[in-house]
Structures are given as C-alpha cells and as structure tokens.
Nanobody, 117 residues
Framework: VQLQASGGGLVQAGGSLRLSCAASGSGFGIDVMGWYRQAPGKQRVLVAA???????NYADSVKGRFTISRDNAKNTVYLQMNSLKPEDTAVYYCKMRVVVATWSDYWGQGTLVTVSS
C-alpha cells in the first residue's frame, strides 16, 4: 500500500486549498483516514480524521474552516481548507489505517502548505 498526497502550495491568508491523498494497491480495507500537520520546529499533530462510517473529528484550531471527506471507491481522502491563516503553514501528511489480515498505519509523503500574510 502506498499513499500519494497532493494539493499543497502557496496561498494568501483567507484563501483556500484542497488536499488529496490516494492509496494505491488492492485487497485491503481502510478504516480511519486522517490528516496531520507539522510546522517547523513543532511536533506532528492531528488536523482531522474520518472513520469508515463517516464520523469526523477536527482539531479545535481548524473547526469551521476545514472539512475532511473520503471517497471509499477511490481509496482517497480529501481536506478542504478555507479561510487559511499563516499559522496553518506546515507540511501536511495523510495517514490511513489499512486492514488486510491485521491493522497497519500508512503515511503519505507530505505536502507543503504555505499561507502568506
């Protein structure tokens, strides 16, 4: 299983970006999909997650601005980011909990989001 993230870039404060992360391979199921971010000099933290049942969870700092969604047919998770702030600047990583015979967590390669003031 490999995860490929895309959609990062440079945007002005108040702007929007949409991140995507697709899992390649076959013969597996995916439970939780999530997005994390890591700002320079800081730890990686959860931004948003969505279960296979569609239950979502958001960090307080992004509630009302970011929306996570998934397309199970495409094994893809999205993060719509609106009203971006300079403090949202970070490398964003997707993570998926993949089920074959057992659980395994897989990470994408990271995509940089830079929000200018």
């Amino acid at each position: 299983v490999q995860l490929q993230a895309s959609g990062g870039g440079l945007v002005q404060a108040g702007g929007s970006l949409r991140l995507s992360c697709a899992a390649s391979g076959s013969g597996f199921g995916i439970d939780v999909m999530g997005w994390y971010r890591q700002a320079p000099g800081k730890q990686r933290v959860l931004v948003a997650a969505i279960t296979s049942a569609g239950i979502t969870n958001y960090a307080d700092s992004v509630k009302g601005r970011f929306t996570i969604s998934r397309d199970n047919a495409k094994n893809t998770v999205y993060l719509q980011m609106n009203s971006l702030k300079p403090e949202d600047t970070a490398v964003y990583y997707c993570k998926m909990r993949v089920v074959v015979a057992t659980w395994s967590d897989y990470w994408g390669q990271g995509t940089l989001v830079t929000v200018s003031s």
